[in-house]
């Protein structure tokens, strides 16, 4: 059994899933997958069970009726992982945008360098992105440097969706009451995690847009981070934090 699994969300991602699931399965260190599967019309859980007849303990899938965001996507996955005994829990694009070698370095920020959180950065170490037109790259890069201004909190990548959590934090923010869906819901458990006293790292990565299918960014997902961050920094001073101790 396995400590570590990457949950992988998917919709429509049939070009790219077949190889990073033989990737992300081929490192000694024994990952195992979760997919979490939006109901994609172009077969995408058609291919994960035929790959799942080959690693039937370590490839697992969780599909749902339809497309219901990137967010509680996540939350459910995030879910089904705590009911197994995983302690080590990461989130993963499907289209190869993380490089699934650097699974190895979130893992080792946690389990053995202290982090709670282990955060994919594409801007700890300057401007790491390859492939984004320059419009996409200064959205993000502002959009973090305003996250910061908001909340406080010294992230330099908080909307990062390459992540590794360990299992305490998942036990103690209350996935129940994570309320964004988009990029806002990266932003959203970043603050709380932060907000409940974990230690949050940031292990620098290139960060390289899809080679494959379509991008799912849109206005309202935008929209949902701009306003989101400042809900959420309103509803943390009237909210007190259980701060986590593990003396």
């Known amino acids: 059994m396995s400590d570590s699994i990457v949950i992988i969300p998917t919709y429509n991602e049939k070009e790219n899933i077949e190889n ?10 024994g990952f ?22 080959e ?4 490839l697992h899938i969780l599909e749902r009726s339809g497309k219901s965001g990137l967010g509680t996507a996540y939350i459910a996955g995030f879910q ?13 694009d499907a289209d190869f945008s993380h490089n699934p070698d650097d699974l190895i370095r979130l ?14 950065s594409r801007y700890i170490q300057g401007v790491n992105v390859v492939n984004w037109p320059m419009n996409r790259i200064l959205l993000s890069y ?43 819901f990266q932003i959203e458990m970043k603050f709380k995690a932060w907000k409940h006293g974990f230690v949050l790292k940031e292990v620098p990565i290139i960060f ?4 494959e299918g379509a991008s799912k960014m849109s206005k309202a997902i935008i929209k949902e981070a701009v ?4 809900q959420l920094t309103i509803a943390s001073w009237f909210t007190k934090y259980q701060k986590y101790s593990d003396k």
């Open 20 to 29: 990073i699931l033989q990737k992300v399965l081929s490192y000694p260190k």
């Open 80 to 92: 089904w992982a705590l009911q197994q005994s995983y302690e080590y829990i990461f989130e993963m």
């Open 142 to 184: 502002f959009a973090s440097m305003y996250v910061r201004w908001v909340t406080c909190m010294v992230i330099r990548d908080s909307t990062a969706g390459f992540v590794c959590y360990k299992r305490v934090v998942l036990e103690t923010i209350q996935l129940n009451k994570i309320k964004f869906k988009g990029y806002a």
């Open 208 to 211: 390289t847009d899809r080679r």
């Open 227 to 230: 306003f989101g961050v400042i």
């Open 107 to 120: 893992y080792e920020s946690c389990a053995q360098q202290g982090a709670h959180v282990s955060i994919g």
């Open 55 to 58: 690693y039937p303990n370590e």
């Open 32 to 53: 195992h997958i979760l997919v979490v599967d939006d109901n994609s019309p172009d077969g995408t859980a058609t291919i994960v069970k035929r790959i799942q007849q």
